[in-house]
C-alpha cells in the first residue's frame, strides 16, 4: 500500500523561482491537505481540499496555490519562492466529511530549501 | 496565536521510565484530541486520540488523560523504550468543522536511552 505519495523528496530553489509539489493517495479518501512544518512552530495548515473541485485556505496561504487535480492529486505550487519558505511540507488525506473528523495520513515530506 | 500549547519541548527519559508530555488549549468548542507520532524522515502518524466525554483512555503502553474543566490533556507512555524515541505531536479540532481545523501543538521531541 503506497498511502500518500509526496515528490519530490527534496529540492533545492533560488528566490523567486517557481516549482509545484506533486501529492497522491490512493486510499479513496475525499480530503487532503497540505502541512508546513517548522522547527518550533508544529504543522500548519496551508490549503485543504474537503471533497474533489473544492479548496480553502488554512492557516499559512500565503504566497502558494493548489489544485485538486481529481480525487487523488493535490499539488501545491510556489509561484515566486522566498527563503521563508524554507520548510518541510506534508500532504495527508483523510475520510473527513464535514463535520467529522477523520484520522489524517501523512506522505513522508518534501524537504525544500529556498536560497 | 498558538491554539494548542505543548511542553516540554524536549524530552530524555531512560529505558523503563514514563515520558509525559503536555497540552493546553483555550477553544472550549474542542472535542476531538489526537497524538500524532513521527519517526525522523518520516510523516506523522496517529497514535490515539480521545473524545472530552472520557478522562482517560489507553492502547497498549499509550495513556491519554483528559481534564475538560483545566483544559489540559496529556500523553504517558509507560515502560518507555528506545523504540518510542519520536517527536509527539498534541492536536486538536472542533468536530463540526471537520479536520480541516485540526490545530497542532508545537511537537516534543522524545529521547528514550537504553
Known amino acids: 500500500n503506497a498511502g500518500v505519495t509526496q515528490t519530490p523528496k527534496f529540492q533545492v530553489l533560488k528566490t523567486g523561482q517557481s516549482m509545484t509539489l506533486q501529492c497522491a493517495q490512493d486510499?479513496?479518501?475525499?480530503?487532503m491537505y497540505w502541512y508546513r512544518q517548522d522547527p518550533g512552530m508544529g504543522l500548519r495548515l496551508i490549503y485543504y481540499?474537503?471533497?474533489?473541485?473544492?479548496?480553502d485556505k488554512g492557516e499559512v496561504p500565503n504566497g502558494y496555490n493548489v489544485s485538486r487535480l481529481n480525487k487523488r492529486e493535490f499539488s501545491l505550487r510556489l509561484e515566486s519562492a522566498a527563503p521563508s519558505q524554507t520548510s518541510v511540507y506534508f500532504c495527508?488525506?483523510?475520510?473527513?466529511?464535514?463535520?467529522?473528523?477523520?484520522?489524517?495520513?501523512f506522505g513522508e515530506g518534501s524537504r525544500l530549501t529556498v536560497l | 496565536q498558538q491554539q494548542v500549547k505543548q511542553s516540554p519541548q524536549s524530552l530524555i527519559v531512560q529505558k523503563g521510565g514514563i515520558p509525559i508530555i503536555n497540552c493546553a488549549y483555550e477553544?472550549?468548542?474542542?472535542?476531538?484530541f489526537p497524538w500524532y507520532q513521527q519517526f525522523p524522515g518520516k510523516g506523522p502518524a496517529l497514535l490515539i486520540a480521545?473524545?472530552?466525554?472520557?478522562s482517560e483512555k489507553k492502547e497498549g503502553r499509550f495513556t491519554i488523560s483528559f481534564n475538560k474543566s483545566a483544559k489540559q490533556f496529556s500523553l504517558h507512555i509507560m515502560d518507555s523504550q528506545p523504540g518510542d524515541s519520536a517527536t509527539y505531536f498534541c492536536?486538536?479540532?472542533?468536530?463540526?468543522?471537520?479536520?480541516?481545523?485540526?490545530?497542532f501543538g508545537t511537537g516534543t521531541r522524545l529521547t528514550v536511552i537504553p
Open positions: 486510499m479513496n479518501h475525499n480530503s
Open positions: 477553544n472550549t468548542a474542542f472535542d476531538y
Open positions: 480521545i473524545r472530552p466525554d472520557v
Open positions: 481540499s474537503a471533497s474533489e473541485g473544492t479548496t
Open positions: 495527508a488525506s483523510s475520510e473527513a466529511r464535514g463535520w467529522s473528523t477523520g484520522e489524517l495520513f
Open positions: 492536536a486538536a479540532s472542533h468536530d463540526q468543522t471537520g479536520a480541516n481545523n485540526l490545530f
